[in-house]
């Protein structure tokens, strides 16, 4: 288990510098995204299972869907391990958030999402780090 804490807060470091694609603060800043929102489970023999439940800033927010994908995105470049990853709307903060799970932990809708050259730009200006 002292590897589920060690991958705990490798995944909380990295999502904690992600900028809001609006607002020039980060994710962290902004409460959108906490500790407590990162949860690691075993799966299997070194690979993991990364849940992260994020809280977008109202209930009605657009960006929604955008702040999942930059969250998924950065994940997946950066963690030093194997790993699934499920990201989720806090229950009860989006007011479409089950539409908005269902796209954000869609591969193919994830792939063409990224295929879209302003998305993608966002994307990457959203979780580049800061020099």
Known sequence: SCFIVGHLCSASDIIRTIRDPE???TLEE???V???CVEV???????????IRFTPTVPHCSLATLIGLCLRIKLQRCLPFRHKLEIYISEGTHSTEEDI???INDKER????????????IVEQCVTEPD
Do not use: C, F, W
């Open 30 to 32: 902004l409460e959108v």
């Open 41 to 51: 489970h075993e799966i299997g023999e070194d690979e993991y299972l990364v849940i």
């Open 34 to 36: 906490t500790e407590s």
């Open 23 to 25: 607002k020039p603060n």
């Open 101 to 103: 799970n269902k796209q």
């Open 110 to 121: 994830v792939a063409a999402a990224m295929e879209n050259p302003n998305l993608r730009e």
